[in-house]
């Protein structure tokens, strides 16, 4: 019976690592990698954990800090080279994959939030949001208890740029009042 899909051999689960990893803005785990290929029922996790440290070994790909790997000039020329392989369907989903995960783990690093308890039994969530600049906003709200810190600090993580737009319009549009 014929197998359906893009993924036929390990050459083609490892053309497919080279094309996400080429693509991917961070060091990348097991796990992310086999979650960003995943774009084709063929391919297993098993299939993905044993080409990585084929690919270590063989210099396409390099360990990095905190079981991360990422792709390194060679594998980045070879991947360019062998990329016409992946099946067209195949290679815009991965590519959308890997710029969906770039996105959020571009923002995830502009907006910190940090829960704190303080004497008393209550907690301080200090919430940040930053940009490529430096800092935009850092607010510290008081929470009663922990499992009201925690929400509130989830829902910043979720709404901060909302937040921050709010507090501009609300602030500069007070200004606009003033100057009348």
């Known amino acids: 019976m014929q197998r359906l899909g893009f993924i036929h051999d390990m050459m083609d689960v490892k053309v497919l690592i080279l094309f996400v990893m080429a693509r991917a803005s961070y060091p990348l785990s097991c796990q992310e990698i086999y979650e960003l290929c995943y774009q084709d029922d063929c391919l297993s ?3 993905v954990c ?6 270590v ?5 390099k360990a990095a800090e ?9 594998g980045r020329e ?4 062998t990329e016409d392989s992946i099946a067209f369907t195949v290679k815009q989903r991965a590519e959308n994959a890997v710029s969906r995960y770039n ?3 571009r923002r995830s690093s502009f907006v910190k939030t940090q829960v704190i308890p303080r004497e008393g039994g209550d907690y301080s969530v200090i919430m ?3 940009d490529e600049m430096g800092n935009l906003m850092t607010l510290e709200l008081l929470a009663p208890d922990q499992r009201q810190a925690v929400r ?18 609300e602030l500069l549009d007070e200004e606009d009042e003033l100057e009348d």
């Open 50 to 55: 044993t080409a990585i440290p084929e690919m």
């Open 78 to 81: 070879h991947g360019a080279l």
């Open 66 to 74: 905190g079981e991360r790997y990422e792709i390194t000039d060679k």
């Open 103 to 105: 996105r959020q783990l």
């Open 128 to 130: 940040a949001l930053d």
């Open 57 to 61: 070994r063989s210099g396409h790909l």
């Open 45 to 47: 996790y098993f299939d």
């Open 152 to 169: 509130l600090s989830k829902l910043f993580e979720r709404k901060a740029e909302s937040l921050y737009s709010l507090t501009m319009a």
